[in-house]
């Protein structure tokens, strides 16, 4: 402890003076730090063995064959391994019927499939070269991916020296993670490993990588400018192109957004947006997302020949620097019991002492946990009562090294509860979608799902309603907007007394796992009711009202 107390004094200066070197205060401390780093210690430990795991079994298969898809890790060296050359690999999917992966922007929901790799030394892997995807509307909301057959190839460099192995051959290895969606979505991963030969040109798959490579929206060149423009009211952004090519002008044109969280993915061509040709111009409106997060001064496109549809090539890739004024977002809100202690706590300093410049701080810290709080109100109990320690040192009359010091602790305590936001998993890729990444709130309708809270409302003769949901699963999204806020079914369900329970699988969590493995199921949604004394009745993914309240009426006999 004194060690700790040597460590905290360096890096906090005299701020701990205020706390004395009393028994009673160093267990305090000693309690304080504990609740926050024993959190920290655990991520880094977790991290730490997933990281230690992220290596490529070279022992594995160059193909996975599954239910909903088969992969298989493909090489195309015409000119062999040669010393500062390229040679491409990929992973080949092939989706059976109805099902679907997802492109760099998944649209409302989804996950881009992710590789990394495992490669000799000196290689360098370069970014996936993503085929056109086509757009996979349900509703008012979208995704953009891939049915069928798709290559998602990557350029590899080689190094000006190359050492050839005694074994006459390069181990590659993969470990591939997507999501693959019908009604249902499931997360799937695999290790693939494949070998190179060192002294002989590898260019059996020829014809898969030239098919993929015509399949592969063009940088727009120099001449091709584009411009957007944000509408006034900031409910749409209109587009103009110049310098296409002529035997483009006249044509049906498409345009995929590729920036993420912005615009409206679902928009339908011809219905909410359309283009049109102007002389040599393009031009097109679309509507802005209600759920955008952010105002972006550039905006990433693709622009396809054809309706959306059934876009095809040629394709471009455009980027267009932003005009005008994006309207404020939403801000974040604060929980309203933290709200109350930190007005609380306010009041008290007004009431001592003008504040500092490290109380502010202080404040931060305590808000950004508060907002944490908005997705992780499990850590509730710790940070309140951080919090309300941290009121009651205050009206203490702490003096201003003890303000400070309480200042550095509040905004570690901030930085704590950002890292508790991080995903769980060690994942390497461009980061999805930012629906995709965070966990969903709960309406105030829905609790928490865990086992006890199903096992404690099932002992107390209550039916329980599980809907077992991801912010990546776009046919969860979609019901959440129509048959789970249908006011015919939640007045049944109060008339019955159900209670609904909210089980988020976004990062994975193992319990929720367990518990759909147990209903039979790999991916989600899953609709459940629990019954007392009886076995849970799981529902179809995609159930109607009827359906829910036909379930519900065999529940109770009504």
Known sequence: MNMLW???????????????????????????IGLLMGPLALQAALAQGVAGKA???????????????????????????????????????????????YWQNPGDSGLPTRLNWTLPEGWQAGAIAWPLPRKFPIGDLANFGYDGDVLLAVPVQLPAQLSRPAS??????????????????????????????????????AALFEAARRQVPAQAPATVQAQAQVQGDGQAVTLEVRGLPADWRGK?????????GVLRHAAAQGRDWQGRWQGEVWQASWPVSAERME?????????????????????LQLSSPVEGRWPAVASATVSPALQQA?????????????????WWLALLGALVGGMILNLMPCVFPVLALLLLLAAWLWTRRLGPWGRHGLGGVLA?????????????RLEVGPAPAAVAATPEAAPARWAAWSPAQVSQQLAAGRTVFVDF??????????????????????????????????????????????ALQMLGRSGVPVYAYYRPGQAPLVLSELPSREELLQALRQDTGR
Request: hydrophobic content about 45%; overall charge neutral.
């Open 6 to 32: 040597m460590i905290l004094e360096a890096a906090l200066g005299r701020g701990l003076g205020w706390v004395g070197r009393g028994r009673w205060m160093r267990r305090l401390l000693g309690l304080w």
């Open 55 to 101: 290596g490529i079994d070279l022992t594995a298969s160059d193909r996975v064959n599954l239910e909903q898809v088969s992969a298989r890790l493909v090489v195309h060296a015409p000119q062999g391994v040669q010393a500062g050359g390229t040679l491409w690999l990929g992973l080949w999917l092939r989706h059976s019927p109805d099902w679907h992966t």
């Open 168 to 205: 006459g051959t390069y181990d590659i290895g993969l470990q591939a993670d997507w999501l693959v969606c019908r009604q249902e979505c499931i997360p799937q991963e695999a290790a693939l490993r494949t070998r190179v030969p060192a002294d002989s040109s590898v260019a059996t798959q």
């Open 252 to 260: 049906a044109l498409t345009l995929l957004p590729l920036t993420p």
């Open 295 to 315: 105002g972006p001064t550039q905006l990433q496109w693709v622009l396809a020949q054809g309706q959306e549809r059934a876009p095809r090539m040629p394709a």
């Open 342 to 358: 930190l007005d609380a706590a306010a009041a008290q300093a007004q009431a001592q002492a003008s504040p500092s410049s490290a």
């Open 412 to 424: 570690l305590l901030g930085l704590w509860g950002l890292l508790q936001a991080l995903p769980p």
């Open 469 to 514: 949901t991801a912010a990546w699963c776009i046919t969860c999204q979609y019901n959440k907007k129509t048959v789970l806020a249908d006011p015919q079914l939640l007045a049944a369900w109060d008339q019955a007394g159900v209670v609904s329970l909210r089980a988020d699988w976004t990062r994975r969590d193992d319990s929720i796992t367990q």
